[in-house]
């Protein structure tokens, strides 16, 4: 089944202790897309520049994403410039210019309105709710943020929380955006909230699922090299949310798998800066990796 | 087989954002053998001081803990103080008095020289060596360490890994002691220093064995209420170390049920203050916990 994507479409210049990359194609509608598009067919809503050239087109074109969402407006591309060191688990943000990103009013297409599946990318909540009421007939509408709109503007995001499925977080916000510390509170918590599937994304730790009184725990891969962690919570949500939209399924089960399929898909992303290992794969990776997280986490009964 | 524990027996007094309990009885080698009790017949090689009454000494007994390596010193017990808030990922030290264990040259009587099993916990890596070599017979030798002596003795620390099995370490001194920031070339460098398995503690987020080109990820268990995470890291040590002794059995599938074990017990030493739920669980808890970690961690095939 079809998977819309509204988000951001940017240009991104990344320090890591492994190297720089300047002005290379990001965010997370992107991440998101070409994650999804290995699962299922892809729509993106977003806006991007005059400085958005048959380059970066070419990226959505050859992983067969549907770019008549993807508005074309005066000005230059958003642009965010970002540096990790350490364990590499958080960015230090040196530079965001917005450019056309700050008056994006996104529209959904009318090829667009039966889409079945909806991920809501970390933007104004305000928005977000726009997209979503364009999309009626939609099954499952998953929803990241950040936490600046859980400061800045906790009304609107309580208000398209109360009409959405399925949550995708990281801890820090989870935890900001309910008010708890242990994590399986603030689940429950925020599934109060609306949304009744809650992913909670945790970075090199994992990922969990929270659903109707079950928890699974997914781990991070421990991965030889990680290069840059660059968009790795959106591939992570394109994986996941491609495998849903690919079976059509959401039980319990088929979560669970999604999960894993997001976590490998966000093992990958790691791997080299920008979306250069997402575009480099091939099925039987992602098959082999899915069998690696099943080894990593395999064990008898007692 | 018996399993033999060397490390800190402790007054503790700490505070969280649930409470506060003051002069309680903890260190490494109690949490370790009150964990361990449940799984091998356990013998400790401890210092007390005069304040070590029949109070804290029933706990060993009530446990079955064997006792004839607990040397009683002039003078007070070790005592620590310390605070956790926000997550409680980590506690801020407000008190060290090491009393009696300043002094502490461990002895290991000669009812205890055919130990199978060994745990060197916490201590100077010159006293662990001292222990080790009094134990020639011994199967599986485990060790933990701690940032002071990556930092201050690391050639003491280097000759007592190179002749020990087990290493268990949580994952700032696996990065500490490695100079390796990613965890699985971290596990690699380590198992390079003399152990061949080595365990990483990541306090809520889990545990990962790592063993000849094997690595293994257990979860942390979302829990509803953590109450004080003092001696979660040498709990966790007495279930796996424990698991193992009663088994008999080093093979990878045994050492990753022995993670899982270790994984449970440190599960509920955080549910309460101290030993508090360590000393009122049953076996039947125990393996309801282990059953609750495979209900989190398992996914069908892709």
Chains 1, 2 share one sequence.
Not at 14 to 42: H, R
Not at 153 to 162: E, F, R, S
Not at 194 to 219: C, D, H
Request: glycine share 10%; proline share 4%.
């Amino acid at each position: 089944m079809s998977l819309l994507v509204v988000g951001s479409v940017a240009f991104d210049t990344v320090q890591t202790p492994y190297g720089k990359a300047e002005n290379i194609l990001g965010g997370a509608a992107t991440y998101f897309s070409v994650s999804a598009s290995w699962f299922a067919p892809v729509r993106v809503v977003a806006v991007v520049g005059e400085d958005f050239g048959a380059k970066e087109m070419e990226v959505f074109s050859r992983r067969g994403i549907d770019t008549e969402g993807l508005e074309r407006a005066a000005g230059k591309t958003f642009r965010w410039a970002g540096e990790y060191s350490g364990t590499m688990n958080e960015a230090r943000t040196l530079d965001t210019q917005l450019n056309v990103f700050e008056t994006f009013a996104p529209r959904v297409p009318a090829s667009y309105a039966s889409s079945e599946y909806v991920f809501l990318a970390n933007i104004h909540p305000a928005l977000q709710l726009h997209v979503r009421q364009q999309l009626p007939g939609a099954r499952a509408v998953g929803l990241d943020s950040m936490n600046l709109w859980i400061r800045e503007t906790p009304d609107d995001l309580k208000k398209v929380l109360a009409v959405i499925d399925i949550l995708v977080v990281n801890e820090t916000e989870a935890r900001m955006l309910s008010g708890e510390m242990q994590l399986w509170r603030a689940a429950a918590a925020l599934r109060k909230m609306g949304p009744r599937i809650v992913v909670i994304k945790r970075g090199e730790y994992g990922a969990n699922l929270f659903t109707e009184g079950a928890a699974f725990s997914a781990p991070g891969l421990p991965l030889d090299e990680v290069k840059d962690p660059t968009g790795a919570g959106d591939t992570f949500a394109g994986g996941f949310m491609g495998h849903l939209a690919k079976t059509g399924d959401l039980s319990e089960s088929n979560l669970r798998r999604a999960v894993i399929y997001g976590s490998v898909m966000a093992s990958f992303a790691v791997e080299d800066f920008g979306l250069g290992r997402l575009l480099r794969l091939d099925a039987s990776q992602i098959s082999a990796r899915y069998r690696e997280f099943q080894n990593l986490t395999q064990f008898d009964a007692g």
